[in-house]
């Protein structure tokens, strides 16, 4: 999960307006954020990187746990002293909160337009309706929209990695997750325009593509002749450049096959890492969850993994405290852990979202100190196991791709290996977007640090 502030260098052109945009959530909000900005810009609007020029702010925001959500009336409130100082600035929340709460964040009265996920197309027209003095809001959710024929203008400015989104919408309603009601149903994109912008990204100079849906490995595309699964697509992708690495996200236990574990031994332009949120290591804690999976089935996925490429990482995202969780119940996460050995998780204490099946049927029995505390071990024990991950690859040699340059030095370069640790070595003759072999001198939590060798 990522929090950032984009922003480009603006385009110094006096008849265009400047919008400013910050993204909230998940990997699947920035790549919206991209989408937006393409349909602004062709709108007469250009990024600006200080929000006190701006004319126009969006906020693209994350309703998954109740602290995403306050940290976005927060802003609200920063946004509304803004507004005091400039009078014609307007400010615009889309994504999934203003899907979730839609005219309530016009009643707050900062709030100019609210913009659902599946709305961005009729931004302009929203723009448009704004500046006649009414406030704006379209929340409808759509069973087609993928966006797939607009390129989104990229905002990460290191040029080497970028989003590409695959497909939009959940339909597994675990019973924890808002994702469902705030982004819709399932719906697939078109594979040939998936293509088409990861050609057009290496033409750019990109080296790398994460194909991105809240469970990729349901992909589902007919053809007239063909049906495209999530292992073909991947296959398809891998075949445009060897020199272009595929990553994916994210992947749900239940729905991960064997044909996708074999298309990453097909290519080593795959990445060998996956995501394999696990939420809960107690079967009775997954069914009320409504995962659909059991932790024996889970074990055999991450043990067919392991067979077929044993150099591969594993990364989880957990759940502690869910509704009814027991001491015996979060023992048994730990035990998971300790057996799949992850080299990183996303470990966050359950947050009851209104209207979920959660919310209506199991009670948030786990008190507040228990939960604190189950996440505290839950820490504790993923840091042992990113270090011993971390250890094991001391003396190998690895090929990094360089993302830029390290925060702490800038005679250091930054980048990550195929199996996503992030990896520091001496800049020498090397720069942004190349490969490199880098042997693995030391290590810390989180960082593999290293020499280029050749
Ligand atoms: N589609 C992805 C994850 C999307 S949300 C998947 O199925 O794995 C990212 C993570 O947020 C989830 O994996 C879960 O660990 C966490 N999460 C979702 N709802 C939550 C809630 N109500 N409280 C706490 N964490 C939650
Ligand atoms: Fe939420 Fe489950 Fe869908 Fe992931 S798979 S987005 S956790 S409902
Ligand atoms: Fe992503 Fe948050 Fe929405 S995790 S899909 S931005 S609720």
Redesign the pocket.
């Known amino acids: 999960m990522t929090n950032k502030f984009y922003s480009v260098k603006p385009i110094l052109n006096k008849n265009l307006k400047q919008v400013y945009i910050e993204t909230y959530g998940c990997q699947m909000n920035v790549s919206d954020s991209e989408v937006v900005l393409a349909v602004l810009q062709s709108n007469n609007y250009s990024l600006c990187k200080d929000i006190n020029s701006a004319s126009l702010i969006f906020i693209n925001t994350c309703s998954?746990r109740e602290n995403a959500e306050q940290r976005i009336w927060a802003r609200l409130e920063y946004f509304r002293s803004l507004k005091k100082k400039k009078r014609e600035l307007k400010v615009g929340i889309l994504g999934c909160m203003a899907e979730r709460l839609k005219e309530k964040l016009i009643d707050h009265g900062v709030v100019d337009i609210v913009a659902g996920p599946d709305s961005y197309r009729h931004l302009p027209k929203l723009i448009e309706g704004i500046t006649k003095g009414e406030k704006q809001i379209n929340t409808i959710l759509s069973e087609e929209e993928t966006y797939a024929d607009i390129s989104p203008i990229r905002m990460d400015k290191n040029g080497v990695s970028a989003y590409i989104s695959i497909m939009r919408g959940?339909?597994?309603?675990?019973s924890?997750?808002?994702?469902?009601y705030v982004?819709g149903r399932e719906r697939s994109r078109n594979p040939q325009s998936i293509i088409k912008e990861a050609k057009q990204l290496l033409e750019n100079g990109y080296k790398e593509v994460t194909l991105l849906g809240?469970?990729v490995n349901s992909y589902s595309w007919n053809n007239s002749n063909q049906h495209i699964t999530f292992a073909m697509l991947l296959e398809m992708v891998a075949q445009i450049a060897p020199s272009l690495r595929v990553r994916f996200s994210?992947s749900?236990p239940k729905d991960i096959d064997e044909s996708v574990i074999k298309a990453i031994v097909k290519y080593p332009n795959i990445c060998k890492h996956i995501h394999l949120?696990v939420?809960s290591g107690s079967n009775t804690v997954l069914k009320r969850m409504?995962?659909k999976y059991t932790i024996e089935e889970y074990l055999e996925r991450v043990k067919l993994i392991k067979e077929l490429i044993p150099e591969c990482t594993l990364s989880t995202?957990i759940i502690t405290g869910f509704s009814g969780e027991s001491e015996q119940d979060h023992q048994e996460t730990l035990s998971i852990m300790k057996e799949v050995g992850y080299y990183t998780a996303f470990m966050f204490q359950y947050s009851e979202r209104p209207n979920t099946t959660a919310a209506k049927k199991y009670p948030d029995s786990v008190s507040e100190q228990d939960k604190n505390r189950r996440l505290n071990e839950i820490i504790e024990l993923q840091h042992k196991l990113s270090k011993i991950s971390n250890n094991e690859d001391l003396g190998k040699t690895f090929e990094v791709l360089i993302e830029g340059t390290s925060k702490r030095s800038k005679e250091e370069l930054s980048g990550r290996t195929s199996q996503n640790k992030v990896c520091i070595f001496p800049a020498g003759e090397h720069k942004v977007g190349d490969y490199v072999n880098v042997k693995v001198t030391s290590c810390s939590l989180a960082t593999l640090k290293g020499v280029a060798v050749n």
Not at 176 to 180: E, F, Q, S
């Open positions: 998954i959940c339909n597994n309603y675990c924890y997750c808002v994702v469902p982004r809240q469970n994210t749900h949120p939420q409504n995962r995202d």
